[in-house]
Protein backbone atom coordinates (compact mmCIF):
# COMPACT_ATOMS: atom_id res chain seq x y z
CA UNK A 1 0.00 0.00 0.00
CA UNK A 2 2.67 2.47 0.80
CA UNK A 3 4.44 2.00 -2.38
CA UNK A 4 1.75 3.72 -3.83
CA UNK A 5 2.23 6.95 -1.95
CA UNK A 6 4.95 9.99 -2.65
CA UNK A 7 6.32 12.40 -0.38
CA UNK A 8 7.80 14.79 -1.49
CA UNK A 9 9.16 17.09 1.50
CA UNK A 10 11.50 19.32 3.33
CA UNK A 11 13.62 19.15 6.30
CA UNK A 12 12.81 20.49 9.55
CA UNK A 13 9.09 21.55 7.63
CA UNK A 14 6.57 20.96 10.44
CA UNK A 15 3.35 20.12 8.07
CA UNK A 16 5.88 17.68 6.44
CA UNK A 17 7.09 16.14 9.52
CA UNK A 18 3.53 15.24 10.29
CA UNK A 19 3.07 13.10 7.70
CA UNK A 20 6.54 11.52 7.84
CA UNK A 21 5.47 10.90 11.86
CA UNK A 22 1.87 9.78 10.84
CA UNK A 23 2.70 6.89 7.88
CA UNK A 24 5.79 5.18 10.56
CA UNK A 25 2.79 5.45 13.26
CA UNK A 26 0.82 3.44 10.66
CA UNK A 27 3.69 0.81 9.54
CA UNK A 28 3.22 3.06 6.42
CA UNK A 29 7.13 2.49 5.48
CA UNK A 30 8.31 1.89 2.28
CA UNK A 31 6.33 5.01 0.58
CA UNK A 32 8.49 7.06 -2.36
CA UNK A 33 10.02 10.13 -1.04
CA UNK A 34 12.57 12.65 -2.05
CA UNK A 35 13.90 15.53 0.18
CA UNK A 36 13.55 18.85 -1.51
CA UNK A 37 16.08 22.04 -0.64
CA UNK A 38 13.88 25.28 0.30
CA UNK A 39 17.14 26.70 0.16
CA UNK A 40 17.33 26.02 -3.65
CA UNK A 41 13.38 26.93 -3.91
CA UNK A 42 12.52 23.54 -4.95
CA UNK A 43 9.43 23.58 -3.62
CA UNK A 44 8.47 25.70 -6.51
CA UNK A 45 9.92 22.80 -9.29
CA UNK A 46 7.20 21.87 -11.74
CA UNK A 47 7.55 18.47 -10.23
CA UNK A 48 5.81 19.84 -6.86
CA UNK A 49 3.28 22.23 -8.65
CA UNK A 50 2.08 18.91 -10.23
CA UNK A 51 0.84 17.47 -7.21
CA UNK A 52 0.57 20.77 -4.68
CA UNK A 53 -0.75 24.11 -6.89
CA UNK A 54 0.68 26.09 -4.33
CA UNK A 55 4.28 25.17 -4.85
CA UNK A 56 4.71 24.28 -1.20
CA UNK A 57 6.12 21.32 0.79
CA UNK A 58 4.94 18.75 1.36
CA UNK A 59 3.11 17.96 -1.85
CA UNK A 60 1.70 13.99 -1.07
CA UNK A 61 0.05 11.76 -2.72
CA UNK A 62 -1.80 8.73 -1.56
CA UNK A 63 -2.95 6.44 -4.58
CA UNK A 64 -4.74 9.07 -6.68
CA UNK A 65 -6.23 11.23 -3.54
CA UNK A 66 -3.86 14.86 -3.34
CA UNK A 67 -3.31 15.11 0.38
CA UNK A 68 -0.74 18.51 0.13
CA UNK A 69 -2.19 19.54 3.95
CA UNK A 70 -0.78 17.89 6.48
CA UNK A 71 -3.63 17.86 8.98
CA UNK A 72 -5.83 16.67 5.71
CA UNK A 73 -3.18 13.54 5.41
CA UNK A 74 -3.33 12.67 8.97
CA UNK A 75 -6.64 12.21 8.83
CA UNK A 76 -7.20 10.74 6.01
CA UNK A 77 -4.61 7.95 6.70
CA UNK A 78 -6.05 7.24 10.08
CA UNK A 79 -9.67 6.36 9.13
CA UNK A 80 -8.26 4.61 6.05
CA UNK A 81 -6.10 2.43 7.83
CA UNK A 82 -7.35 2.26 11.35
CA UNK A 83 -6.67 -0.99 12.26
CA UNK A 84 -3.00 -1.09 11.16
CA UNK A 85 -0.16 0.34 13.38
CA UNK A 86 -1.29 2.75 16.40
CA UNK A 87 -4.72 3.50 16.51
CA UNK A 88 -4.63 7.57 17.10
CA UNK A 89 -7.97 8.50 18.17
CA UNK A 90 -8.91 7.24 21.82
CA UNK A 91 -12.80 6.12 22.59
CA UNK A 92 -12.94 7.78 25.40
CA UNK A 93 -14.80 11.01 24.34
CA UNK A 94 -12.84 13.06 27.73
CA UNK A 95 -9.64 12.15 25.52
CA UNK A 96 -11.24 12.48 21.88
CA UNK A 97 -12.25 16.37 22.77
CA UNK A 98 -9.13 17.49 24.29
CA UNK A 99 -7.14 15.57 21.66
CA UNK A 100 -9.63 17.67 18.78
CA UNK A 101 -9.43 20.78 20.89
CA UNK A 102 -6.01 20.84 21.22
CA UNK A 103 -4.89 19.87 17.58
CA UNK A 104 -6.92 22.82 16.72
CA UNK A 105 -6.16 25.52 18.77
CA UNK A 106 -1.88 24.54 17.71
CA UNK A 107 -3.51 26.48 14.24
CA UNK A 108 -2.91 29.65 16.67
CA UNK A 109 0.29 28.91 18.50
CA UNK A 110 1.50 27.80 14.89
CA UNK A 111 0.75 31.45 13.31
CA UNK A 112 1.83 33.18 16.27
CA UNK A 113 5.06 31.54 16.11
CA UNK A 114 5.33 31.83 12.16
CA UNK A 115 4.72 36.01 13.07
CA UNK A 116 7.85 35.71 15.13
CA UNK A 117 10.34 33.33 13.34
CA UNK A 118 9.64 34.75 9.87
CA UNK A 119 8.99 38.16 10.54
CA UNK A 120 11.64 39.45 8.17
CA UNK A 121 11.28 36.92 5.62
CA UNK A 122 7.23 37.91 5.42
CA UNK A 123 7.76 41.77 5.83
CA UNK A 124 9.76 43.84 3.48
CA UNK A 125 12.23 45.81 4.90
CA UNK A 126 10.75 49.37 4.53
CA UNK A 127 7.61 47.91 5.95
CA UNK A 128 9.40 46.46 9.51
CA UNK A 129 8.42 48.15 12.48
CA UNK A 130 9.87 47.57 15.67
CA UNK A 131 6.70 47.93 17.44
CA UNK A 132 5.48 44.99 15.16
CA UNK A 133 8.34 42.75 16.35
CA UNK A 134 7.41 43.54 19.96
CA UNK A 135 3.49 42.95 20.04
CA UNK A 136 4.54 39.41 18.35
CA UNK A 137 6.75 38.46 20.84
CA UNK A 138 4.35 39.09 23.44
CA UNK A 139 1.53 37.57 21.55
CA UNK A 140 3.75 34.23 21.25
CA UNK A 141 4.94 34.40 25.19
CA UNK A 142 1.06 34.80 26.42
CA UNK A 143 -0.05 31.81 24.11
CA UNK A 144 3.35 29.81 25.30
CA UNK A 145 1.88 30.14 28.78
CA UNK A 146 -1.39 28.90 27.36
CA UNK A 147 0.73 25.43 26.36
CA UNK A 148 2.82 25.43 29.46
CA UNK A 149 -0.55 25.41 31.50
CA UNK A 150 -2.57 22.78 29.23
CA UNK A 151 0.82 21.05 29.63
CA UNK A 152 1.36 21.15 33.28
CA UNK A 153 -2.12 19.50 33.93
CA UNK A 154 -1.66 16.25 31.39
CA UNK A 155 0.37 12.98 31.58
CA UNK A 156 2.61 12.83 29.25
CA UNK A 157 0.70 13.32 26.02
CA UNK A 158 -1.47 16.66 24.63
CA UNK A 159 -5.16 14.46 25.19
CA UNK A 160 -3.70 12.77 28.53
CA UNK A 161 -1.94 9.06 29.01
CA UNK A 162 -1.94 7.83 25.08
CA UNK A 163 -0.45 9.10 22.01
CA UNK A 164 -2.88 10.58 19.65
CA UNK A 165 -3.22 12.33 16.79
CA UNK A 166 -2.62 15.71 18.69
CA UNK A 167 0.89 14.31 19.42
CA UNK A 168 1.57 13.49 15.61
CA UNK A 169 0.64 17.33 14.63
CA UNK A 170 1.87 19.44 17.19
CA UNK A 171 5.09 17.55 18.08
CA UNK A 172 7.18 19.13 15.16
CA UNK A 173 5.58 22.51 16.24
CA UNK A 174 7.05 21.82 19.63
CA UNK A 175 10.17 20.41 18.68
CA UNK A 176 10.53 23.66 16.00
CA UNK A 177 10.23 26.12 19.27
CA UNK A 178 13.32 24.37 20.60
CA UNK A 179 15.29 24.24 17.24
CA UNK A 180 14.53 27.79 17.28
CA UNK A 181 16.20 28.63 21.09
CA UNK A 182 13.18 28.55 23.00
CA UNK A 183 14.62 28.65 26.67
CA UNK A 184 13.61 25.29 28.76
CA UNK A 185 13.89 26.69 31.84
CA UNK A 186 11.11 29.84 31.43
CA UNK A 187 8.91 26.48 29.67
CA UNK A 188 9.47 23.70 31.84
CA UNK A 189 6.31 21.81 30.87
CA UNK A 190 6.73 22.21 26.82
CA UNK A 191 10.40 21.26 27.28
CA UNK A 192 9.34 17.95 29.71
CA UNK A 193 6.91 17.24 26.70
CA UNK A 194 9.51 17.79 23.68
CA UNK A 195 11.75 15.57 25.71
CA UNK A 196 9.55 12.69 26.52
CA UNK A 197 8.76 12.39 22.91
CA UNK A 198 11.49 13.14 21.18
CA UNK A 199 12.78 9.35 21.43
CA UNK A 200 9.69 7.99 19.96
CA UNK A 201 10.47 5.45 16.99
CA UNK A 202 8.41 7.31 15.02
CA UNK A 203 9.93 10.76 15.80
CA UNK A 204 13.64 9.40 16.12
CA UNK A 205 13.20 8.26 12.49
CA UNK A 206 11.74 10.86 11.26
CA UNK A 207 14.13 13.73 12.94
CA UNK A 208 14.92 16.23 10.62
CA UNK A 209 18.52 15.69 9.08
CA UNK A 210 19.12 19.17 8.86
CA UNK A 211 19.08 19.77 12.39
CA UNK A 212 21.27 17.11 12.67
CA UNK A 213 24.00 18.68 10.40
CA UNK A 214 23.54 22.25 11.82
CA UNK A 215 23.52 23.84 15.03
CA UNK A 216 20.36 25.51 16.22
CA UNK A 217 19.33 28.85 16.17
CA UNK A 218 18.73 31.31 18.97
CA UNK A 219 15.53 33.40 17.35
CA UNK A 220 13.67 32.35 20.45
CA UNK A 221 15.68 33.11 23.25
CA UNK A 222 14.31 36.04 24.50
CA UNK A 223 10.90 34.62 24.73
CA UNK B 1 -28.43 15.46 25.09
CA UNK B 2 -28.38 18.84 23.72
CA UNK B 3 -29.60 20.22 26.96
CA UNK B 4 -26.20 19.44 27.99
CA UNK B 5 -24.95 21.48 25.58
CA UNK B 6 -23.83 26.23 26.20
CA UNK B 7 -23.30 28.19 22.91
CA UNK B 8 -21.78 31.29 23.77
CA UNK B 9 -21.67 33.51 20.10
CA UNK B 10 -21.40 36.06 18.06
CA UNK B 11 -23.47 37.01 14.90
CA UNK B 12 -21.51 36.68 11.75
CA UNK B 13 -18.43 34.98 13.61
CA UNK B 14 -17.90 31.71 10.79
CA UNK B 15 -16.21 29.96 13.58
CA UNK B 16 -19.83 30.29 15.52
CA UNK B 17 -21.82 29.79 12.25
CA UNK B 18 -20.14 26.27 11.75
CA UNK B 19 -21.39 24.89 14.93
CA UNK B 20 -24.83 26.18 14.82
CA UNK B 21 -24.51 24.57 11.49
CA UNK B 22 -23.40 21.55 12.85
CA UNK B 23 -25.71 20.90 15.24
CA UNK B 24 -29.04 21.22 13.19
CA UNK B 25 -27.55 19.16 10.94
CA UNK B 26 -27.02 16.72 13.93
CA UNK B 27 -30.36 16.79 15.06
CA UNK B 28 -29.10 18.56 18.22
CA UNK B 29 -31.52 21.84 18.69
CA UNK B 30 -32.58 22.57 22.02
CA UNK B 31 -29.15 23.25 23.50
CA UNK B 32 -28.29 26.54 25.52
CA UNK B 33 -27.50 29.41 24.16
CA UNK B 34 -26.52 33.17 23.98
CA UNK B 35 -26.07 35.28 21.29
CA UNK B 36 -22.93 38.32 22.38
CA UNK B 37 -21.99 41.43 21.04
CA UNK B 38 -18.72 42.33 19.83
CA UNK B 39 -19.28 45.64 19.52
CA UNK B 40 -19.80 45.38 23.21
CA UNK B 41 -16.46 43.06 23.91
CA UNK B 42 -18.58 40.90 25.88
CA UNK B 43 -16.44 38.32 24.44
CA UNK B 44 -14.02 39.26 27.06
CA UNK B 45 -16.78 39.18 29.88
CA UNK B 46 -16.53 36.48 32.48
CA UNK B 47 -18.79 34.57 31.26
CA UNK B 48 -17.10 33.80 27.99
CA UNK B 49 -13.90 33.27 29.75
CA UNK B 50 -14.91 30.48 31.98
CA UNK B 51 -15.40 28.61 29.47
CA UNK B 52 -12.89 30.13 26.67
CA UNK B 53 -9.48 31.24 28.09
CA UNK B 54 -8.87 33.13 24.62
CA UNK B 55 -11.75 35.50 25.87
CA UNK B 56 -13.12 34.88 21.85
CA UNK B 57 -16.48 33.48 20.72
CA UNK B 58 -17.62 30.86 20.01
CA UNK B 59 -17.27 29.29 23.52
CA UNK B 60 -18.73 26.19 22.85
CA UNK B 61 -19.78 23.11 25.93
CA UNK B 62 -20.30 19.88 25.47
CA UNK B 63 -21.48 17.99 28.59
CA UNK B 64 -18.07 18.62 30.93
CA UNK B 65 -15.90 18.82 27.06
CA UNK B 66 -14.99 22.40 26.02
CA UNK B 67 -14.47 22.68 22.49
CA UNK B 68 -14.12 26.64 21.52
CA UNK B 69 -12.01 25.73 18.76
CA UNK B 70 -14.60 25.88 15.83
CA UNK B 71 -13.49 22.55 13.98
CA UNK B 72 -12.75 20.44 16.77
CA UNK B 73 -16.21 21.00 18.37
CA UNK B 74 -17.63 19.76 14.64
CA UNK B 75 -15.67 16.65 14.73
CA UNK B 76 -16.58 16.02 18.03
CA UNK B 77 -19.99 15.88 17.39
CA UNK B 78 -19.83 13.80 14.11
CA UNK B 79 -17.69 11.20 15.72
CA UNK B 80 -20.17 11.20 19.48
CA UNK B 81 -23.22 11.21 16.97
CA UNK B 82 -22.36 9.29 14.02
CA UNK B 83 -25.37 8.12 13.42
CA UNK B 84 -27.81 10.86 14.36
CA UNK B 85 -29.03 13.30 11.74
CA UNK B 86 -26.80 13.45 8.64
CA UNK B 87 -23.94 11.79 7.99
CA UNK B 88 -21.23 14.52 7.31
CA UNK B 89 -18.31 11.89 6.50
CA UNK B 90 -18.81 10.35 3.22
CA UNK B 91 -17.35 6.45 3.56
CA UNK B 92 -15.68 7.28 -0.37
CA UNK B 93 -12.38 7.25 -0.05
CA UNK B 94 -12.21 9.30 -2.96
CA UNK B 95 -14.53 11.81 -1.15
CA UNK B 96 -13.17 11.37 2.12
CA UNK B 97 -9.52 12.94 0.72
CA UNK B 98 -10.78 15.70 -1.34
CA UNK B 99 -13.27 16.59 1.68
CA UNK B 100 -10.13 16.79 4.17
CA UNK B 101 -8.10 18.55 1.47
CA UNK B 102 -10.19 21.20 0.92
CA UNK B 103 -11.39 21.80 4.88
CA UNK B 104 -8.05 22.58 5.96
CA UNK B 105 -7.27 24.39 2.51
CA UNK B 106 -9.64 26.68 4.08
CA UNK B 107 -7.26 27.99 6.77
CA UNK B 108 -5.74 29.61 4.42
CA UNK B 109 -8.85 31.05 2.23
CA UNK B 110 -10.13 32.39 6.19
CA UNK B 111 -6.17 34.07 6.64
CA UNK B 112 -6.17 35.64 3.46
CA UNK B 113 -9.79 36.94 3.75
CA UNK B 114 -8.90 38.40 7.13
CA UNK B 115 -5.20 39.92 6.25
CA UNK B 116 -7.70 42.04 4.06
CA UNK B 117 -10.54 42.29 5.92
CA UNK B 118 -8.79 43.22 9.20
CA UNK B 119 -6.29 45.18 8.18
CA UNK B 120 -7.24 48.79 9.99
CA UNK B 121 -8.28 46.65 13.44
CA UNK B 122 -4.90 44.27 13.28
CA UNK B 123 -2.56 47.26 12.36
CA UNK B 124 -2.07 49.85 14.28
CA UNK B 125 -2.00 53.53 12.22
CA UNK B 126 1.20 54.45 12.28
CA UNK B 127 2.24 50.62 11.06
CA UNK B 128 0.46 51.09 7.92
CA UNK B 129 1.22 50.44 4.47
CA UNK B 130 -0.57 50.62 1.42
CA UNK B 131 2.12 48.15 -0.37
CA UNK B 132 1.14 45.42 2.49
CA UNK B 133 -2.75 46.40 2.01
CA UNK B 134 -1.93 45.60 -1.85
CA UNK B 135 0.06 42.70 -1.58
CA UNK B 136 -2.93 41.26 1.09
CA UNK B 137 -5.18 42.25 -1.96
CA UNK B 138 -2.95 40.57 -4.65
CA UNK B 139 -2.79 37.00 -2.52
CA UNK B 140 -6.64 36.84 -1.58
CA UNK B 141 -7.23 37.29 -5.37
CA UNK B 142 -4.65 34.45 -5.75
CA UNK B 143 -6.16 32.42 -3.32
CA UNK B 144 -9.52 32.78 -4.80
CA UNK B 145 -8.78 32.06 -8.49
CA UNK B 146 -7.83 28.38 -6.47
CA UNK B 147 -11.51 27.84 -5.19
CA UNK B 148 -12.90 29.18 -8.23
CA UNK B 149 -10.91 26.17 -10.10
CA UNK B 150 -12.24 23.50 -7.50
CA UNK B 151 -15.66 24.33 -7.55
CA UNK B 152 -15.59 24.68 -10.87
CA UNK B 153 -14.67 20.82 -10.73
CA UNK B 154 -17.12 19.60 -8.41
CA UNK B 155 -21.02 19.26 -8.38
CA UNK B 156 -22.64 20.91 -5.90
CA UNK B 157 -20.42 20.59 -2.75
CA UNK B 158 -16.90 21.00 -2.05
CA UNK B 159 -16.03 17.06 -1.91
CA UNK B 160 -18.82 16.59 -4.92
CA UNK B 161 -22.51 15.48 -4.52
CA UNK B 162 -22.71 15.27 -1.01
CA UNK B 163 -22.84 17.55 1.84
CA UNK B 164 -20.12 17.17 3.83
CA UNK B 165 -18.00 18.55 7.35
CA UNK B 166 -16.20 20.58 4.99
CA UNK B 167 -19.21 22.42 3.48
CA UNK B 168 -20.22 22.58 7.69
CA UNK B 169 -16.52 24.24 8.15
CA UNK B 170 -15.84 26.18 4.50
CA UNK B 171 -19.76 27.69 3.62
CA UNK B 172 -19.99 30.30 6.95
CA UNK B 173 -15.93 31.69 5.02
CA UNK B 174 -18.09 32.00 1.88
CA UNK B 175 -20.87 33.55 2.48
CA UNK B 176 -18.60 36.21 4.84
CA UNK B 177 -16.78 37.08 1.11
CA UNK B 178 -20.33 37.67 -0.27
CA UNK B 179 -21.23 39.56 3.07
CA UNK B 180 -18.15 41.66 2.85
CA UNK B 181 -18.80 42.48 -1.18
CA UNK B 182 -17.30 39.84 -2.93
CA UNK B 183 -18.38 40.22 -6.96
CA UNK B 184 -20.32 37.51 -7.91
CA UNK B 185 -19.75 37.91 -11.54
CA UNK B 186 -16.02 37.59 -10.70
CA UNK B 187 -16.53 34.76 -9.18
CA UNK B 188 -19.28 32.66 -10.36
CA UNK B 189 -18.32 29.16 -8.99
CA UNK B 190 -18.01 30.72 -5.99
CA UNK B 191 -21.21 32.45 -5.85
CA UNK B 192 -23.04 29.49 -7.05
CA UNK B 193 -21.50 27.20 -4.40
CA UNK B 194 -22.79 30.23 -2.13
CA UNK B 195 -26.56 30.53 -3.62
CA UNK B 196 -26.81 26.43 -3.67
CA UNK B 197 -26.43 25.63 -0.51
CA UNK B 198 -27.82 29.29 1.15
CA UNK B 199 -31.10 27.98 1.73
CA UNK B 200 -29.94 24.57 3.03
CA UNK B 201 -32.82 24.30 6.35
CA UNK B 202 -29.51 23.96 8.68
CA UNK B 203 -27.56 26.92 7.51
CA UNK B 204 -30.63 29.38 6.88
CA UNK B 205 -32.05 28.06 10.44
CA UNK B 206 -28.55 29.65 11.39
CA UNK B 207 -28.47 32.47 9.82
CA UNK B 208 -26.45 35.38 10.92
CA UNK B 209 -29.18 37.49 12.79
CA UNK B 210 -27.10 41.17 12.26
CA UNK B 211 -27.10 40.18 8.61
CA UNK B 212 -30.58 40.28 8.14
CA UNK B 213 -30.89 43.91 9.71
CA UNK B 214 -27.79 45.76 8.61
CA UNK B 215 -26.49 46.51 4.69
CA UNK B 216 -23.78 44.39 3.24
CA UNK B 217 -20.24 46.11 3.60
CA UNK B 218 -18.21 46.87 0.09
CA UNK B 219 -14.95 45.89 1.69
CA UNK B 220 -13.86 43.17 -1.08
CA UNK B 221 -15.69 45.36 -3.91
CA UNK B 222 -12.24 45.44 -5.91
CA UNK B 223 -11.28 41.79 -5.05
Redesign the interface.
Known amino acids: MAKDMTLLWGSGSPPCWRIQIMLEEKQLQGYNQKLLAFEKMEHKSQEVLDIN??GQLPAFK????????????C??LE??YKSQGNKL?PDS??A???M??R???A??LG?KMADVIYYNYK??E??R?D??VQRNKEALTAELK?WEGYLNKTDCCLAGKEFTLADVLVFPGVAYLFRFGLCSERYPALAKYYTSLKDRPSIKATWPPTWQSTPAQDTLKTI
Open positions: PRCGNHILNESYAAFFNQIPDQALYQMFEFTQVPEEHSAL
